[in-house]
């Protein structure tokens, strides 16, 4: 038979009660302690789900925030539960649920209500960070990846090939007359023909691309672990889709995009693959555009 903590809610008045209270005090200090050591929303959990199982024997520890699609855990799923509810001034912070195999006694239970008090302010600040994060990264208006993202992400793709040699190839996507468009049907529609095209781009990558918006009408789509081959074909892919670009409005607006590629793989110097693949764009509009460009 299972033991669960139906979705109890975890607030403000029990995180009191555990600060309040003297026993346990060393480990109630020691996690409080652990908490306030990052920011960061994955090392905090870490160092929770750690002490948690040290002060009270768990197979497993999973954290879940549907709202912001977040989903943790450490060890095996068993049939014993407890599941908790966390919130703060009315905020859901998201749950925690604890399983084993044998039952929780009634004193383990009340102190992982103690435990799970300690987590709530560190939680919400943790969650904070993550959304300021997450917000200084991406472009308001395709709501896509920004410039700052993508140099992070290339920073970490060349750190990654020098060390594991693990390839990558990188598009760089420019839409085709862009300022025609937005100086014979204005700003409005030019915005709509950004959010359409980026939407394409998303939609016809794989899950394990990257997309960017690197500034004005032009895009970038990281793929790790890609030879030019690969994406080539799926440039192509791209380049298709863009032409199928419809814009709510009354005039017929013709949508292209010219693409080039390089290849982290093919270069003697793995930092010069953006400069290789802004050059194979130039050489995509210089041909007439509307076309997919390689540069080794």
């Known amino acids: 038979m299972k033991t669960t903590s139906s979705s109890k809610v975890i607030g403000i008045e029990r995180y009191r009660a555990a600060t309040e209270n003297q026993t346990d005090s060393l480990d109630i200090t020691h996690l409080a302690l652990q908490l306030q050591q990052t920011i960061e929303l ?19 520890v999973r954290y879940k925030n549907e709202n912001r699609l977040l989903n943790y855990q450490t060890g095996e799923t068993k049939v014993h539960r407890c599941r908790y509810q966390l919130e703060l001034e009315n905020e859901l912070l998201g749950e925690i649920e604890c399983t084993r195999a044998k039952p929780f006694s009634i004193i383990e239970t009340d102190l992982m209500e103690r435990l799970l008090s300690l987590l709530i ?3 919400r600040n943790a969650l ?10 991406r472009d308001p208006l395709t709501q896509i990846s920004n410039r700052a993202a993508f140099d992070e992400a290339l920073d970490r793709e060349i750190c990654s090939f020098k060390r594991h040699l693990t390839g990558f190839s990188l598009m760089v996507i420019d839409i085709d007359h ?13 915005d709509s023909v950004l959010k359409a095209v980026a939407q394409k781009i998303r939609n016809t ?6 997309v960017f918006r690197y500034g004005g009408e032009e895009f970038v789509v ?27 409005s009354n005039k ?21 693959t953006l400069y290789h693949a802004d050059k194979a764009l130039y050489q995509a509009k210089d041909e007439g555009r509307d076309r997919v460009v390689v540069r080794p």
């Open 222 to 248: 990281l793929l790790s672990n890609t030879e030019l081959d690969g994406a080539k074909f799926i440039a192509e892919r791209i380049r298709r889709a863009i032409k199928q670009v419809t814009i709510n």
């Open 178 to 190: 862009f300022k025609n468009i937005n100086d014979t049907y204005g700003h409005i529609v030019g």
């Open 42 to 60: 994955t090392p905090l959990l870490q160092a929770f789900c750690h002490e948690t199982a040290r002060l009270i024997p768990c197979d497993s």
């Open 121 to 123: 302010y560190p939680l």
């Open 205 to 210: 990558v794989r899950r394990s691309d990257e």
């Open 252 to 272: 017929n607006i013709s949508v292209t995009a010219s693409v080039g590629i390089s290849s982290a793989n093919n270069l003697k110097d793995v930092s010069d």
């Open 128 to 137: 904070l960070y993550q959304k300021a994060v997450a917000e200084a990264h």
